[in-house]
T-cell receptor, first 114, second 113 residues
Framework: DGGITQSPKYLFRKEGQNVTLSCEQNLNHDAMYWYRQDPGQGLRLIYYSQIVNDFQKGDIAEGYSVSREKKESFPLTVTSAQKNPTAFYLC?????????????FGPGTRLTVL | AQSVTQLGSHVSVSEGALVLLRCNYSSSVPPYLFWYVQYPNQGLQLLLKYTSAATLVKGINVFEAEFKKSETSFHLTKPSAHMSDAAEYFCAVSNQAGTALIFGKGTTLSVSS
């Protein structure tokens, strides 16, 4: 079954803790993306990666970090430096450049900071 | 710079009525434009995309959108709303390098019986 898996679906974190969100894909897509979604704000790009071992900052990268050691995996770490991390986080992939091709989205992870 | 504006954060229609969701874009290069739909607590799904091949683009579930360069618009329409169309809709434009999408803030569509 081809697709994108995000885990966990719900995540609770205490203030001051780092937390890592998982994104795995078996679509054999080169490009992977992390978005943050807040009510009424649309999707905002955090980081993206077009190839293994390379990634670029998006519009709101501060307080986040990523790695791309394998083509299938693009984990996102929300650090304690992120001041307002409560949000819905979406991972996406694309075959080729996402500006020209369809993006495929995972089901999302809802992060709540207690 | 590329940007997208979706007019109306919330649109309400009756079942069977015309659906019109508005999107205006700004782009310094010929744009690639997309409409995505999101059902509650799920990821986004592509409805349709414009890639300059034709100005009227047909998508899934009878949705279509017309690219109007003179108006810098890419409005989404459906002739007859169905209850299952209730969702949030996002318009997006490619960034200048083509490496990512810039999304609008979304329009929530409600359908009443």
């Amino acid at each position: 079954d081809g697709g994108i898996t995000q885990s966990p679906k719900y995540l609770f974190r205490k203030e001051g803790q780092n937390v890592t969100l998982s994104c795995e894909q078996n679509l054999n897509h080169d490009a992977m993306y992390w978005y943050r979604q807040d009510p009424g704000q649309g999707l905002r790009l955090i980081y993206y990666s077009q190839i293994v071992n390379d990634f670029q900052k998006g519009d709101i990268a501060e307080g986040y970090s990523v790695s791309r050691e394998k083509k299938e995996s693009f984990p996102l770490t929300v650090t304690s430096a992120q001041k307002n991390p409560t949000a819905f986080y979406l991972c996406a992939t694309a075959f080729g450049l996402a500006g020209y091709n369809e993006q495929f989205f995972g089901p999302g992870t809802r992060l709540t900071v207690l | 710079a590329q940007s997208v504006t979706q007019l109306g954060s919330h649109v309400s229609v009756s079942e069977g009525a015309l659906v019109l969701l508005r999107c205006n874009y700004s782009s310094s290069v010929p744009p690639y434009l997309f409409w995505y739909v999101q059902y509650p607590n799920q990821g986004l799904q592509l409805l349709l995309k414009y890639t300059s091949a034709a100005t009227l683009v047909k998508g899934i579930n009878v949705f279509e959108a017309e690219f109007k360069k003179s108006e810098t618009s890419f409005h989404l329409t459906k002739p007859s709303a169905h209850m299952s169309d209730a969702a949030e809709y996002f318009c997006a434009v490619s960034n200048q390098a083509g490496t990512a999408l810039i999304f609008g803030k979304g329009t929530t569509l409600s359908v009443s019986s």
